[in-house]
T-cell receptor, first 113, second 116 residues
Framework: EAGVTQFPSHSVIEKGQTVTLRCDPI?????LYWYRRVMGKEIKFLLH????????ESGMPNNRFLAERTGGTYSTLKVQPAELEDSGVYFC???????????FGPGTRLTVL | AQSVAQPEDQVNVAEGNPLTVKCTYS??????LFWYVQYPNRGLQFLLK??????LVKGSYGFEAEFNKSQTSFHLKKPSALVSDSALYFC??????????????FGTGTRLKVLA
């Protein structure tokens, strides 16, 4: 069974540019989560999808971040325009139900210069 | 507020010795607790969880964790460390206050270094 995949693995962009991160969850997993780890700190929750609906987006830092999950399959997280403080590792996770443990992808390392 | 603390940034242990990675938590109600491990260039891998039942939970790769309600701790342990156990370990608790989400609240991570 394929795990959670994320693309790209690394992204280096200039401040003010736009970047889109993609997450493909495990097939059949309705729950999809985005998290972020900044500068060696704790991993922080960004948002949670159940199928295509946003269940909880309380962790989204500001309106420069837009997440979508069209059709309830893969998800994208767009940062526009990127700022220096957006640098970090963005993790995606999925689970079949909200009661199960979450399965994480390898993360996307975003560097904003 | 709900939180998880991992008081040690790094733990060094000699191969073959027992290891402990500490985690304490603060939540309202009964906690759902998890340990994950991250190897270089890999995602977080699930090790074990405590939901209810026995306080000693056994997980992958010979790891176990002990839930202590009175001390609000969930320390990760292994009787005999391997060099290959060297990695970054994260403790997490499930959010029990926000309805419908069950998102994780993570600690800052502990780097485990097992020395040959």
């Amino acid at each position: 069974e394929a795990g959670v995949t994320q693309f790209p693995s690394h992204s280096v962009i200039e401040k003010g540019q736009t970047v889109t991160l993609r997450c493909d969850p495990i097939s059949g997993h309705d729950n999809l989560y985005w998290y972020r780890r900044v500068m060696g700190k704790e991993i922080k929750f960004l948002l949670h999808f159940v199928k295509e609906s946003k269940q909880d987006e309380s962790g989204m830092p500001n309106n420069r971040f837009l997440a979508e999950r069209t059709g309830g399959t893969y998800s994208t997280l767009k940062v526009q325009p990127a700022e220096l403080e957006d640098s970090g590792v963005y993790f995606c996770a999925s689970s079949p139900t909200k009661y199960n443990e979450q399965f994480f992808g390898p993360g996307t390392r975003l560097t904003v210069l | 507020a709900q939180s998880v603390a991992q008081p040690e940034d790094q733990v060094n242990v000699a191969e073959g010795n027992p290891l402990t990675v500490k985690c304490t938590y603060s939540v309202s109600g009964n906690p759902y607790l998890f340990w994950y491990v991250q190897y270089p260039n890999r995602g977080l891998q699930f090790l074990l969880k405590y939901i209810t039942g026995d306080n000693l939970v056994k997980g992958s790769y010979g790891f176990e964790a002990e839930f202590n309600k009175s001390q609000t701790s969930f320390h990760l342990k292994k009787p005999s460390a391997l060099v290959s156990d060297s990695a970054l370990y994260f403790c997490a608790v499930r959010d029990m206050e926000t309805s419908g989400t069950y998102k994780y609240i993570f600690g800052t991570g502990t780097r485990l270094k097992v020395l040959a």
